[in-house]
């Protein structure tokens, strides 16, 4: 934390940093600028231009400056702070986690809206989330579901350890629990589930070179390549996840554009009824809802 007698307008700093991420072509270079002061100063919240603040110390200067490197080569914000809003809540992420984005956030509305139309927000009901991550896609779910428990899976247990990490502060390390374990393997031990999400990799292995730098940099490999068409993950992730279904429940994972229709089918063969498909804030449509065929 900078603590030095001397004083300077937050503008003139801000200014230098913005300039830096504009010529690096940033779109938002405004407000990193702010949040990358605020992290240099030891505080959460991003400093504005009208702040008159401390004189930064050496350290602060290297660490803005050390910041500012990794904002300059694409890493994004929530990566150099080490945290996410998703959902309204805070999520810790590593490096072997995915950075939760708002298009997620279609799934917990789509899950929510399923349960406040069976009624069942007061159930205890039982979640299950396949590829947890940070927790994110749990976490807010049971957020909304006072009496919902849920289990978590991953293959990474560092990510397990994220996700836990992330119950706990949030106050749920009693309703929900993680597991290293594969999607694709035996689920059986966990029991079935009202509720089950999943985001999944999905996307084609020639078309991640292509990706933002933020994504194809320093999002995990295993959370994002999904095999030569994007399929491969579906193959082996639908069949668990009708056997982990109740007969009542609802099943919701996210999708990549345009792959709806191949999805559909490969859950068809694997005794899941198609319900519904959910836009995200693109108009694409990003989550699908599966029931038990019945």
């Not at 594969?182 to 999400?197: E, P, Q, R, T």
Request: charged share 20%.
């Amino acid at each position: 934390m900078c603590d030095l007698p001397t004083k300077q307008e937050a503008r003139i700093i801000l200014q230098s940093l913005e300039q830096a991420m504009d010529v690096a072509g940033i779109a938002s270079a405004k407000t990193d600028a702010r949040c990358l002061l605020g992290l240099a100063l030891g505080r959460d919240v991003p400093v504005l231009p009208h702040e008159v603040l401390p004189s930064l110390d050496t350290i602060c200067q290297k660490q803005l400056s050390a910041m500012l490197e990794r904002r300059l080569a694409g890493e994004p914000i929530s990566r150099i702070r080490g945290w996410r809003e998703f959902w309204s809540l805070r999520f810790a992420i590593s490096q072997s986690t995915l950075d939760p984005r708002p298009d997620s956030e279609t799934i917990i509305e789509a899950a929510v809206t399923w349960v406040i139309l069976n009624s069942a927000r007061t159930a205890p009901l039982r979640c299950l989330d396949l590829g947890t991550g940070s927790g994110c896609l749990l976490l807010a779910l049971l957020s909304e579901l006072p009496h919902a428990t849920g289990i978590g899976i991953d293959l990474s247990l560092d990510a397990i350890g994220v996700a836990t990490a992330n119950a706990n502060s949030l106050g749920f390390g009693g309703r929900a629990h993680f597991h290293q374990h594969s999607f694709c393997d035996d689920l059986s031990n966990f029991g079935s589930f009202d509720i089950v999400l999943s985001n999944p990799p999905y996307i084609p292995t020639v078309d991640i070179a292509g990706l933002s730098v933020d994504v194809r940099d320093f999002d995990p490999p295993l959370a994002l390549d999904g095999g030569i068409d994007g399929m491969a993950c579906w193959k082996g992730l639908l069949p668990r996840l009708s056997e982990s279904l109740s007969d009542k429940g609802a099943a919701f994972v996210e999708i990549g554009m345009g792959q709806e229709a191949a999805i559909v089918q490969l859950a068809c063969n694997a005794n899941l009824q198609f319900v519904n498909g959910y836009r995200d804030l693109s108009d694409v449509i990003r989550c699908l809802q599966f029931g038990i065929k019945m």
